[in-house]
Every structure is written in C-alpha cells, then in structure tokens.
C-alpha cells in the first residue's frame, strides 16, 4: 500500500458523460500527478499539481481538467467522454516535484467508456 | 523530447537470471527509475539511478550508462510473484518535473 488513494476504483458511463475521478496524497506529500495508462500507449503523463498549483502538462486532452485543492487531494475531470478514453487512470504523489523525488502510485481508477 | 525502448516481453524459469534492458535517447535528464506493475495494479517503485553503474537491493539490481544511453534491471533467484511487467522511467530534465515511461517489458516466470 502506497499511501496514496483513488476512488472510485471502477467507472463505466456512456459516451458524451463527465465524470470526475479522486485522488489523496500521501501524508506529507505536496505533489500530485496524473497519468493515463491505455493497453497501446503505455503511461502518458497529463498533468502535476504542486501544492495548489499547476506545475507542468503533458498530453492532456482539452477536455479534461484537473485541480488541487487546499487540503491537497486532487480531482481529474473528464468531459465529453469518447470509447478512447477507456484506461486506467493512476495518480501518483511526490513530497515535491524536485530531482530524485520517487513518485508513489495510488491504485488506479479503471474507467470504461460505452 | 525523450524515447524509450524495452522488449515489450520476456520469459524466464523460476530460480534463474533474467537481465531486462532499456535504451533511450533524450536531451537530458536527472536520473533513470524502474518501476514493477503487476497486472492492473499500481506500479510499485523498485529502483533509482543518478551515476552511472550497479545498484544493488536484495534481488533487484539496476544499471545505468549515461555515455551508451542504457541502463538494465537484473532480477536474481526469480520467483512466480515477479511476473509482472517493468517500466523503465527517464526521471526530470531541465525544466520539466514529470516521469517519461517506456511501455514496460512483461515478464512471465514459469516452473
């Protein structure tokens, strides 16, 4: 166990939905980062928050969103949902976004667009 | 930008060696992580490497050449559990704070 949790653990909605998808840091954590996982792309970093702030951006779709809110846990928002958008979503938490710093894994939220 | 390569899978015998290999090119970075995820579960921190060569953690051992763009994850004594799959990770560079992935490699250990 990682410390880090995600809820909910499992998703399936229909295309066109919203959904928002949760995340806690580790305690002592100020970073927190999100990355779809799909069986042909790997891990694709979408976005980090340090500590209520966006600090950098990866290939993330217009259409999602995400933010940290002051007791630092995070949600990642998914709009206008498309059968591509079926993945595994992990967030991950760092004490700081420095050099070295070991990302730890929350459990996933596995989401199913039908 | 950065680009990553691992065998996408490998088998080997319980009790043996396997070596995994990961190649890479990019225009900088701090450090290389290695990372094991058991199917549909959360990738799991195993290793870090800043300098160049062996780093050693009970069974696990990474390696890291910065000059030949190359680092590998030595799995020793190999048990049924370690089946999974092993990502290879380029840690920050300049400017950037995020972890770059390989596709991982899936190993499968078999009796």
């Known amino acids: 166990d990682s410390g880090v949790t995600q809820t909910p653990k499992h998703l399936i909605t229909a295309t066109g939905q919203r959904v928002t998808l949760r995340c806690s840091p580790r305690?002592?954590?100020?970073?927190v980062y999100w990355y779809q996982q799909s069986l042909d792309q790997g891990l694709q970093f979408l976005i980090q928050y340090y500590n209520g702030e966006e600090r950098a951006k990866g290939n993330i779709l217009e259409r999602f969103s995400a933010q940290q809110f002051p007791d630092l846990h995070s949600e990642l928002n998914l709009s206008s949902l498309e059968l591509g958008d079926s993945a595994l979503y992990f967030c991950?938490?760092?004490?700081?976004?420095?050099?070295?710093?070991?990302?730890?894994f929350g459990p996933g939220t596995r989401l199913l667009v039908l | 930008g950065q680009n990553i390569d691992q065998p996408t899978e490998m088998t080997a015998t319980e009790g043996a060696i396997v070596q995994i290999n990961c190649t890479y090119q990019t225009s900088g970075f701090n450090g290389l992580f290695w990372y094991q995820q058991h199917a549909g579960e959360a990738p799991t921190f195993l290793s870090y490497?800043?300098?160049?060569g062996l780093e050693e953690k009970g069974r696990f051992s990474s390696f890291l050449s910065r000059s030949k763009g190359y680092s590998y994850l030595l799995l020793k004594e190999l048990q049924m559990k370690d089946s999974a799959s092993y990502l290879c990770a380029l840690g920050p560079g300049a400017g950037s704070y995020q972890l770059t992935f390989g596709k991982g490699t899936k190993l499968s250990v078999i009796p």
């Open positions: 991950a938490s760092s004490v700081a976004p420095g050099v070295g710093e070991t990302q730890y």
């Open positions: 305690s002592g954590d100020l970073s």
């Open positions: 490497n800043v300098l160049d």
